[in-house]
């Protein structure tokens, strides 16, 4: 299948990019992500470095890795994955994206139980078939981490092309070490996230979240 069979804008990809948090048990071929990963590499990278190393689980290496993470306990991340304390207005939108996540479970703020189970699927990739894990060399400073961003997103709009759904997960550096020692990664790479692939249970009303974006006055300045 080639893009030009997809038939998606590029609009219609921005537009319908999910965090999806609960999927469906059909795969995705090795074969297909080789080919969404082989087409990301053309996003932006300063000085073409290229700074992205990705490790796939697809099949049995994510029932293997299933099995090692559920009994690992987090360990801590190697970064701030929020600046503390957050202040306006990122504050509002951080707290105003979660309350509208779990209202769509019917989650109600007093219930921690439930979020906290809530959030442990992200464990469990939400159900998704395959991963990656993005690793940086530790060397790398922040305008590499920027390319890590572009990466990312560009493959992320090409699998909406593809018909395929994603959801990238910092959650994963908090397992640093065991994701690192399950792919065989070298201590010189940093985690920076994950990445759930596959596609979206159209019935689990967790999907149905789409996150609000402040307008762009409050953020652009026309000079």
Same mark, same amino acid.
């Given at each position: ?46 000085? $073409? ?8 689980? $697809?099949?049995?290496?994510?029932? @293997? ?31 105003? $994206? ?10 109600? @703020? ?23 894990? /993005? ?31 994603? /959801? ?11 994701? @690192? ?11 920076? /996230? ?30």
């Amino acid at each position: 299948m080639t893009p030009a069979d997809w038939g998606v804008h590029v609009r219609d990809a921005v537009a319908t990019r999910r965090s999806i948090r609960q999927f469906t048990d059909r795969p995705v071929p090795d074969a297909t992500i080789r080919d969404l990963l082989e087409r990301a590499s053309r996003a932006p990278s300063g000085g $073409n470095l290229q700074p992205w190393r990705i490790y796939v689980l $697809n099949g049995d290496s994510m029932a @293997r890795f299933r099995a090692v993470i559920a009994d690992r306990p987090a360990t801590g991340g190697e970064y701030d994955i929020y600046p503390s304390p957050l202040w306006e207005p990122y504050r509002t939108n951080r707290y105003s $994206n979660g309350e509208q996540l779990y209202a769509t479970l019917g989650i109600g @703020r007093e219930d921690q139980a439930a979020r906290l189970d809530q959030f442990a699927k992200n464990q469990g990739f939400f159900g998704a078939p395959a991963a990656l894990f /993005c690793f940086i060399d530790r060397g790398m400073g922040p305008p590499q981490w920027s390319d890590l961003g572009m990466f990312l997103q560009t493959f992320m709009l090409l699998a909406r092309e593809a018909g395929i759904d994603t /959801c990238p997960q910092e959650f994963w550096s908090v397992h640093h070490a065991s994701v @690192r020692e399950f792919v065989g990664a070298p201590d010189a790479e940093l985690l920076f /996230c994950g990445m759930a692939i596959g596609h979206a249970d159209p019935a689990a009303p967790v999907n149905t979240l789409v996150s609000d974006r402040m307008p762009v006055d409050d953020w652009a300045t026309f000079v």
